[in-house]
């Protein structure tokens, strides 16, 4: 696990700028990318004079805009049935769409700003927008402002563990204690993504229960 992390770290490195927009367009599509793995350690390289910090919150934030404009303009080229009928071969199953389709519409521009916050709606509410055909200008808006906050919560988090002690990428055994230790705001806000997660699912789950009355 040790080795596969030092890798993957030196493969986010060589890609450099061009490699951020790329995984994070995968990642705001329906092909995702955990931007977890992604602005982390670009922002550890940033700390070590490799990558500029200003450059991976950009490239990051970027690539999140340019991989759900993809998914939005394909969205709403190819219609409703056709997203339905092969979602599924992208693991986007019809009740993951209908999901996101009522947080769109019960939250309209400032439910995408927020989805850029959450698991799962994250990658997923481009597709609705499209559907619908919100305005571009604002989707637009509103995914680059969610976005630009996510990357500067990972990138924070990328500097914070690893930026500070760069030797411990050598160090295996040291590097697992200094992140346990380190962890604590990251698993608060995994929490706090969490209780954000469930509270769409009971809202969402309302909304349809009062139009079906």
């Known amino acids: 696990m040790h080795q596969f992390v030092t890798i993957w770290f030196h493969w986010v490195r060589d890609g450099g700028y061009l490699g951020i927009i790329a995984l994070m367009a995968m990642e705001s599509s329906i092909f995702p990318v955990p931007s977890e793995v992604v602005i982390p350690p670009a922002a550890f390289w940033a700390s ?17 805009w340019l991989g759900s404009a993809v998914t939005y303009w394909v969205s709403r080229g190819v219609g409703r049935v056709v997203v339905v009928n092969y979602g599924k071969y992208f693991l986007l199953s019809e009740a993951k769409i209908e999901m996101a389709e ?14 850029r916050l959450l698991p799962v709606i994250r990658h997923l509410i481009s597709i609705p927008a499209g559907l619908v055909r919100m305005n571009f200008k604002v989707f637009s808006v509103v995914t680059i402002l969610g976005s630009a906050v996510w990357c500067s919560v990972l990138a924070w988090f990328g500097k914070q ?7 411990l990428i050598d160090h295996p055994n040291e590097l697992v204690h200094f992140i346990k230790g380190k962890s604590i705001v990251l698993v608060a806000v995994v929490l706090v993504l969490c209780a954000l997660y469930f509270l769409v699912v009971k809202l969402t789950a309302e909304k349809t229960d009062a139009q079906a009355q």
């Open 102 to 115: 009522r947080w769109l519409h019960r939250y309209e521009a400032g439910g995408v700003f927020f989805a």
């Open 161 to 167: 563990v690893i930026g500070s002690n760069p030797g």
């Open 48 to 64: 070590q004079g490799q990558l500029s910090m200003a450059g991976v919150l950009l490239a990051g934030t970027f690539g999140s």
